[in-house]
């Protein structure tokens, strides 16, 4: 199955990555009633995405450097067991290395997407 990264309705395909985590975050508010008790609302529960690549070509890597450089809210789709997932996305992360041989590549590539 594909993966697709950018605009809503305008996605790219982008490769599979080599490792994939997503990271549940709670969004929430805590407070204390006048008894002292800690009163917690699960606001929402958001994800955070991070998909990492041993190594990308040239022409690989610009799609990643379009969206990230866009600074827009992104649809990214993934699946996950067998159903393709579409969620809005914040590009918040994109560390890379760049090796400078012949022909030119990256590696230990990691893009941080957060669930907006």
Known sequence: MNWFLG????????????????EPV?????DRTASGNKVIDI????NNYKLTYEFLTVSE????????IRDK?????????????TVAVDFVRFPRRLQLEEPEYWTGITIELEEV
């Open 7 to 22: 605009l809503s309705g305008h996605e790219s395909p982008i490769p599979i990555p080599s490792s994939f985590n997503i």
């Open 26 to 30: 709670k969004i929430r508010r805590a």
């Open 43 to 46: 606001i929402a529960i958001k």
């Open 61 to 68: 890597i610009a799609i990643f450097k379009t969206e990230y």
């Open 73 to 85: 809210i992104l649809s990214f789709k993934y699946p996950d067991g067998g159903v393709i997932q």
